[in-house]
């Protein structure tokens, strides 16, 4: 089961830290998607289970950051200077596998999502 959590609301140029607690069997890949209202779900950031790979949107880039905790089981997505344009609901998502997609299709197992609004 995935966990998604972290969301609010932050004004633009804020930052926020989103989670994914992934429970039962260890994944391969950890991907996180957006989505806005009446938009399709686009690709954010994913990385592999032991952390060592990681890809981002580039929208993304050098805003957004990916990471896990080892530990915890936890994937943490920490979004810096966000922007209105960001506002969307939140999903992470799983597969097997080493290669890390970008298409929502290939991911079998989502969590629920987080709402994120940046207000302007």
């Known amino acids: 089961q995935l966990q998604a959590s972290g969301g609010g609301l932050v004004q633009a140029g804020g930052s926020m830290r989103l989670s994914c607690a992934a429970s039962g069997r260890p994944f391969d890949i950890l991907g996180w998607f957006r989505q806005a209202p009446g938009k399709e779900r686009d690709f954010v950031a994913a990385l592999t289970w032991d952390g060592r790979r990681k890809a981002l949107a580039d929208f993304a880039k050098g805003r957004f950051t990916i990471s896990r905790d080892d530990s915890k089981n936890v994937v943490w997505l920490q979004m810096d200077s966000l922007e209105p344009e960001d506002t969307a609901v939140y999903y992470c998502?799983?597969?097997?596998?080493?290669?890390?997609?970008?298409?929502?299709?290939?991911?079998?197992?989502w969590g629920q999502g987080t709402q994120v609004t940046v207000s302007s």
């Open positions: 998502a799983t597969r097997e596998g080493s290669i890390l997609y970008s298409r929502s299709s290939e991911y079998y197992y």
